[in-house]
Antibody, heavy 121, light 107 residues
């Protein structure tokens, strides 16, 4: 079964840092681009960023709202994706999902169950 | 950035109804559009990609059409499990963006 499981969410103060993880199983993780998407409470979906695969030099893309504060990385030997979040703001409060990117614009499938990050003093 | 708008924002319908949701892009995105279904407290689920290709395992009552700037998601006969929020997403250029969502509720 193809599965993604996020972990690492929690409560953090503004200005703080947090690292989210996404454990993948059931597919060849190293072949795929992987993305992070977030959803603030009661709001819509917001794309956070992407890491490409080794064949594409693990290059990354970010939304303007997180660029310079968030870093996406991966460890193909551990089938894991990471989101390092620094300088957190209250507006970063959201459920964070990891998602596998399909080839040639095929959308995101599957998604993890999400992990809640709350930024509050 | 490419902006996506969805209409309607909210839709009240009955089981068996035919439902159509429209997604419009601020500039042409060819067929780089996906549709997702999200139920409360759950992750989104991919329904349609490349504007009109049904994801494996998704019931055939779901269909998508369109290209360029205007797209539609149609549910041919609404079932009880289809009451959810639907999002479109453009995969044409960065930053990737989602529409604001259409909530389909029970009449």
């Amino acid at each position: 079964e193809v599965q993604l499981v996020e972990s690492g969410g929690g409560l953090v103060q503004p200005g703080g840092s947090l690292r989210l993880s996404c454990a993948a199983s059931g597919f060849t993780f190293s072949d795929h681009y992987m993305d992070w998407v977030r959803q603030a409470p009661g709001k819509g979906l917001e794309w956070v960023g992407r890491t490409r695969n080794k064949a594409n030099s693990y290059t990354t893309e970010y939304a303007a709202s997180v660029k310079g504060r968030f870093t996406i990385s991966r460890d193909d030997s551990k089938n894991s994706l990471y989101l390092q979040m620094n300088s957190l703001k209250t507006e970063d409060t959201a459920v964070y999902y990891c998602a596998r990117v399909g080839a040639a614009g095929r959308g995101f499938d599957p998604w993890g169950q999400g992990t809640l990050v709350t930024v509050s003093s | 950035d490419i902006q996506l708008t969805q209409s309607p924002s909210f839709l009240s319908a009955s089981v068996g109804d035919r439902v159509t949701i429209t997604c419009r892009a601020s500039q042409g995105i060819s067929s780089y559009l996906a549709w997702y279904q999200q139920k409360p407290g759950k992750a989104p689920k991919l329904l349609i990609y490349a504007a009109s290709t049904l994801q494996s395992g998704v019931p055939s009552r779901f269909s998508g059409s369109g290209s360029g700037t205007e797209f539609t998601l149609t549910i041919s006969s609404l079932q009880p499990e289809d009451f959810a929020t639907y999002y479109c997403q453009q995969l044409s250029s960065y930053p990737l963006t989602f529409g604001p969502g259409t909530k389909v509720d029970i009449k």
